[in-house]
């Protein structure tokens, strides 16, 4: 059985979850269901990034201890999973101690290879970073990702040789054109390691919020370090028996931009000192924007996913996020966007389609799905053509591609509704056939509808398939149930409320 290993970020604690975690998470939960439904076995990874600077700071000014201000603040972001209907088999938390065995593990190993050295050192460091920047990368002085001031930071640190890992990565990188995806980061990620790497600062002395470097327990490792490799040792500790063979290499880490040359540059150079394949994909997507900036915690301009989806419902927000965000670009949100896209696209396009079918198979038919067609169906092809489509797009985390093609036949079965009219063919007994036909069809196509849409608006589509008549197994949202003429005629539809009532 094929495998399929899936990532987030592991979120910052200094603040409770903003609109952007919840999209990179939805995104990762959408190719987790989507591999499921292909029959493969898959591990999807998301959780906490819990060490350095930010969280100790944010625990300084509530007065509490940085384990008190961390346990806290998990609990909203395991909410926010649930919440958005995420399938993650496993929540890892840095403070986790088997994490904390691991990295020091790892950097143990690395020190032993020589690929790590002390050295003093100075530099403007962002804390809300977490990173070092030179002179050069500076806007108006200040960092340019949060717009404060850098601190000068003089330590004595160990260092990672990342510079002897500079011809290595340049060769994956030719060798694998399609590591970074959208190709865009994949050229921006080789133009940092073309520019010339130079070695990292491994470790703090100054902090004391993190796992102690296992030789000289006066420093901490440094929290990306720290960070990344959560990807590791989620899959050693998530179960029972350790996942890493079955798992690893990751199949996709999914990110925004901001984060691309830890996840580029430094992640697979250590990887490849310790030994490990390396990542086969990286998804960069972009920044969702509220008024024209990116929406952070250090800027202030956020919206509350959770006030969202109580608002709209999980999937309506699911859905959100796709549609109106190209995966991979920036894109500005907002509450009327939202619910504009809300009754035209969820209400209209899908929601009364489904009504519409169902009460007019409990009209015309006694609630029975009619039998097919006896001379077959120009569905048959182009329901072959999407299904290719969607396992394409989603195979590259095109998700808005994907989500857009099946939408195109939602729009297609609208017009079949309008175009056959059934409320004027069951007025002529003469053309009961031609009746069955259409409505056979409809129902066929809103159960294809159901099974594609089901990675991005999962608990509708489960009630799409009970209100045509199917039983509550996965087994019947498999792709390989997405071939037209699969369905089951005889079946009892069931009439409900609708589904996305509309919005005044
Ligand atoms: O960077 N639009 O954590 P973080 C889209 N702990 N996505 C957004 C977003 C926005 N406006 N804001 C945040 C960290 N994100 C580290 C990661 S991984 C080993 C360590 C999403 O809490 C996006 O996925 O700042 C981004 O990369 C991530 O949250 C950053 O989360």
């Given at each position: 059985?094929?495998?399929?290993?899936?990532?987030?970020?592991?979120y910052?604690?200094?603040?409770?979850?903003?609109?952007?975690?919840?999209y990179?998470?939805?995104?990762?939960?959408i190719l987790a269901?989507?591999?499921?439904?292909?029959?493969e076995d898959?591990?999807?990874?998301?959780?906490t990034?819990?060490?350095?600077?930010?969280?100790?700071?944010?625990?300084?000014?509530?007065?509490?201890?940085?384990?008190?201000?961390?346990?806290?603040?998990?609990?909203?972001?395991?909410?926010?999973?649930?919440?958005?209907?995420?399938?993650?088999?496993?929540?890892?938390?840095?403070?986790?101690?088997?994490?904390?065995?691991?990295v020091?593990?790892?950097?143990?190993?690395?020190?032993?290879?020589?690929?790590?050295?002390?050295?003093?050192?100075?530099?403007?460091?962002?804390?809300?970073?977490?990173?070092?920047?030179?002179?050069k990368?500076?806007?108006?002085?200040?960092?340019?990702?949060h717009?404060?001031?850098?601190?000068?930071?003089?330590?004595?640190?160990?260092?990672?040789?990342?510079?002897?890992?500079?011809?290595?990565?340049?060769?994956?990188?030719?060798?694998?054109?399609?590591?970074?995806?959208?190709?865009?980061?994949?050229?921006e990620?080789?133009?940092?390691?073309?520019?010339?790497?130079?070695?990292?600062?491994i470790?703090?002395?100054?902090?004391?919020?993190?796992?102690?470097?296992?030789?000289?327990?006066?420093?901490?490792?440094?929290?990306w370090?720290?960070?990344?490799?959560?990807?590791?040792?989620?899959?050693?500790?998530?179960?029972?028996?350790?996942?890493?063979?079955?798992f690893?290499?990751?199949?996709?880490?999914?990110?925004?931009?901001?984060?691309?040359?830890?996840?580029?540059?430094i992640?697979?150079?250590?990887?490849?000192?310790?030994?490990?394949?390396?990542?086969?994909?990286?998804?960069v997507?972009?920044?969702?924007?509220?008024?024209?900036?990116?929406m952070?915690?250090?800027?202030?301009?956020?919206?509350?996913p959770?006030?969202?989806?109580?608002q709209?419902?999980?999937?309506?927000?699911?859905?959100?996020?796709?549609?109106?965000?190209?995966?991979?670009?920036?894109?500005?949100?907002?509450?009327?966007?939202f619910?504009?896209?809300?009754?035209?696209?969820?209400?209209?396009?899908l929601?009364?389609?489904?009504?519409?079918?169902?009460?007019?198979?409990?009209?015309?038919?006694?609630?029975s799905v009619?039998?097919?067609?006896?001379?077959?169906?120009?569905?048959?092809?182009s329901v072959?053509?999407?299904?290719?489509?969607?396992?394409?797009?989603?195979?590259?985390?095109?998700i808005?591609g994907?989500?857009?093609?099946?939408w195109?036949?939602?729009?297609?079965?609208?017009?079949?509704?309008e175009?056959?009219?059934?409320?004027?063919?069951?007025?002529?007994?003469?053309?009961?056939?031609e009746?069955e036909?259409?409505?056979?069809?409809?129902?066929?196509?809103?159960?294809?509808?159901?099974?594609?849409?089901?990675p991005?608006?999962?608990?509708?589509?489960?009630?799409?398939?009970?209100?045509?008549?199917?039983p509550?197994?996965?087994?019947?949202?498999?792709?390989?149930?997405?071939?037209?003429?699969r369905g089951?005629?005889?079946?009892?539809?069931?009439?409900?409320?609708?589904?996305?009532?509309?919005?005044?």
């Amino acid at each position: 059985m094929d495998k399929f290993y899936v990532t987030t970020p592991i979120y910052y604690v200094n603040d409770v979850p903003h609109i952007g975690h919840a999209y990179t998470t939805i995104a990762a939960d959408i190719l987790a269901r989507h591999h499921r439904q292909l029959g493969e076995d898959v591990f999807f990874l998301t959780g906490t990034d819990e060490h350095g600077n930010p969280a100790a700071r944010a625990a300084e000014r509530r007065g509490v201890t940085p384990e008190q201000h961390v346990d806290e603040m998990v609990v909203k972001f395991r909410e926010l999973a649930a919440a958005v209907d995420a399938t993650n088999d496993f929540f890892i938390r840095t403070t986790d101690s088997q994490h904390v065995e691991v990295v020091q593990e790892f950097i143990q190993k690395l020190h032993d290879r020589g690929d790590i050295y002390l050295k003093s050192y100075s530099g403007l460091y962002c804390g809300s970073c977490e990173a070092f920047y030179s002179e050069k990368d500076l806007v108006e002085g200040k960092c340019p990702d949060h717009g404060i001031e850098l601190e000068l930071v003089e330590e004595e640190n160990y260092f990672f040789r990342l510079s002897d890992y500079q011809d290595r990565l340049l060769d994956h990188f030719e060798a694998h054109p399609d590591f970074v995806i959208p190709a865009t980061r994949q050229n921006e990620a080789r133009s940092f390691i073309t520019q010339g790497l130079e070695d990292i600062s491994i470790s703090r002395a100054a902090l004391e919020w993190g796992i102690p470097v296992p030789w000289d327990p006066g420093q901490v490792v440094y929290v990306w370090v720290d960070a990344l490799l959560n990807y590791l040792s989620g899959l050693r500790y998530a179960r029972e028996e350790d996942q890493t063979a079955r798992f690893w290499p990751a199949d996709f880490h999914l990110m925004a931009k901001d984060i691309l040359k830890f996840h580029a540059v430094i992640w697979p150079a250590l990887l490849m000192a310790a030994g490990y394949e390396l990542p086969r994909h990286l998804f960069v997507h972009g920044y969702l924007l509220m008024g024209g900036q990116k929406m952070s915690k250090t800027r202030g301009n956020v919206l509350d996913p959770f006030a969202v989806m109580d608002q709209y419902g999980v999937d309506a927000f699911r859905f959100y996020c796709f549609r109106e965000v190209t995966f991979g670009q920036d894109g500005v949100v907002s509450l009327e966007g939202f619910e504009s896209r809300y009754n035209s696209e969820l209400a209209n396009d899908l929601g009364n389609l489904v009504s519409r079918t169902v009460a007019m198979v409990g009209k015309y038919c006694d609630s029975s799905v009619p039998p097919p067609p006896r001379d077959g169906s120009s569905f048959t092809r182009s329901v072959d053509k999407l299904r290719e489509t969607v396992v394409t797009s989603l195979g590259k985390a095109d998700i808005t591609g994907c989500l857009e093609s099946v939408w195109q036949f939602v729009r297609r079965l609208n017009k079949h509704v309008e175009q056959s009219a059934p409320w004027v063919l069951a007025k002529e007994p003469e053309r009961r056939e031609e009746l069955e036909t259409v409505l056979y069809e409809l129902v066929e196509g809103l159960r294809i509808c159901a099974i594609l849409l089901h990675p991005f608006i999962p608990a509708t589509t489960v009630e799409i398939m009970r209100r045509l008549g199917y039983p509550p197994a996965f087994e019947e949202l498999m792709i390989e149930k997405a071939r037209w003429g699969r369905g089951a005629p005889g079946s009892p539809v069931v009439a409900g409320d609708p589904l996305f009532p509309r919005l005044d």
